[in-house]
Every structure is written in structure tokens, then in C-alpha cells.
């Protein structure tokens, strides 16, 4: 069974930075893809980036050129820097893990992002 845990949300003022991480517990991590969703209050769930096994990653135009998606696959931790925060960045992320093989994925519980303007 994989589990999910993120960590490193919080509150934080408009134009600020935050790190998130999403550790896995499993052996599978390294072979997976990684992504981060988020959540807005009322919004769908709607990715934000991934990172595949081999480093290639992917962004959304919301949070292109704000944020960076890494991952070591030595501590089986993915990891989301963003940076110049904004109001509309507010809401629940979610890590995922998913690939060839792995079913519909696994999910984590989720960490709350806010920013105050």
C-alpha cells in the first residue's frame, strides 16, 4: 500500500514563497510519475505540475515560471517550490503519484496553501 503524506503549507502574504513536500512511503516511487494538484474552495482539482522518473516536468500556465516541481528519488520526496504568491494561489494541494501500473494512482490528504493579500 502507498501512502502519501504532504507537508509545508501554511499562510502566507501575497508575493512570498513556500515549499511543499509529498514523501511516499513504497517502492515504487521512483518508477512513478509525480504531479501536484490543487484545489480552490467552490474550483475542480486541477494539476499544477508533474515530474516524470526521469526528471522531465510539465506546468500549468497558472503556475509556470512561479513555480518548480524536483524530486529525489533517493528519499522517495517530491517536491513544489513556489514563489511571488498570489491571492488565487490559495487552496488545498494535493501530490499524486500515478504511471503505467499503478491503477488509478494514490493521493495524498492534502496541505492547505493560503495567501493573504
Known amino acids: 500500500q502507498v501512502q502519501l503524506v504532504e507537508s509545508g503549507g501554511g499562510l502566507v502574504q501575497a508575493g512570498g514563497s513556500l515549499g511543499l513536500s509529498c514523501a511516499a512511503s513504497?517502492?515504487?516511487?521512483?518508477?512513478?510519475?509525480m504531479a501536484w494538484y490543487r484545489q480552490a474552495p467552490g474550483k475542480q482539482r486541477e494539476l499544477g505540475a508533474s515530474?516524470?522518473?526521469?526528471?522531465?516536468?510539465n506546468y500549468a500556465e497558472s503556475v509556470k515560471g512561479r513555480s518548480t516541481i524536483s524530486r529525489d528519488n533517493t528519499k522517495n520526496t517530491m517536491y513544489l517550490q513556489m514563489n511571488s504568491l498570489k491571492p488565487e494561489d490559495t487552496a488545498v494541494y494535493y501530490c499524486?503519484?500515478?504511471?503505467?501500473?499503478?491503477?488509478?494512482?494514490?493521493w495524498g490528504q492534502g496541505t492547505q496553501v493560503t495567501v493573504s493579500s
Open positions: 499524486k503519484l500515478y504511471g503505467v501500473g499503478y491503477g488509478n494512482g494514490y
Open positions: 513504497g517502492s515504487i516511487f521512483s518508477r512513478a510519475i
Open positions: 515530474i516524470t522518473s526521469g526528471g522531465r516536468t
